[in-house]
């Protein structure tokens, strides 16, 4: 009878000992779904704040479509004011090319370079 005891016990023992192992083992599972759950709140968040600045790009857009705008409405009146000067910069610099190619025509023996000195 002890013996019948003894292996009772022996059993009950080492089916506590099984359980201690799941137990462990599902603490450590445990611990790992709290920080994976920790994980997902902390990507939501992260999300949220992304689509806060998102909707923010989006709600300058029309603002900043309306700089761009006038910006080009601006470079372009710009533009046409600059024409005129343009004219008249190409005007006197083909005026100035005449001038100064005929001016070489008439002192062509002038512009040529002295003779070389002797090596000193």
């Known amino acids: ?23 462990e083992h599902l603490t450590a599972v445990e611990d ?14 992260s999300l949220d704040r992304h689509v806060e ?5 989006g709600d300058s857009l029309p603002a900043l479509t309306a700089a761009v705008t006038h910006l080009c409405e601006q470079l372009t009146a710009v533009l046409e ?21 005929l001016g070489r025509r008439r002192h062509g023996a002038n512009t040529a370079l002295p003779p070389a000195g002797p090596a000193r």
């Open 1 to 23: 009878m002890l013996d019948f005891a003894t292996n009772a016990a022996r059993s009950v023992l080492g089916q506590i000992g099984v359980v201690e192992h799941r137990v």
């Open 32 to 45: 790992k779904l709290h920080e994976a759950v920790g994980a997902l709140h902390r990507t939501s968040a």
């Open 53 to 57: 600045a998102v909707e923010a790009l």
């Open 81 to 101: 004011m600059a024409a005129p000067v343009e004219a008249a910069e190409r005007e006197v610099e083909g005026g100035l090319r005449r001038l100064l190619h």
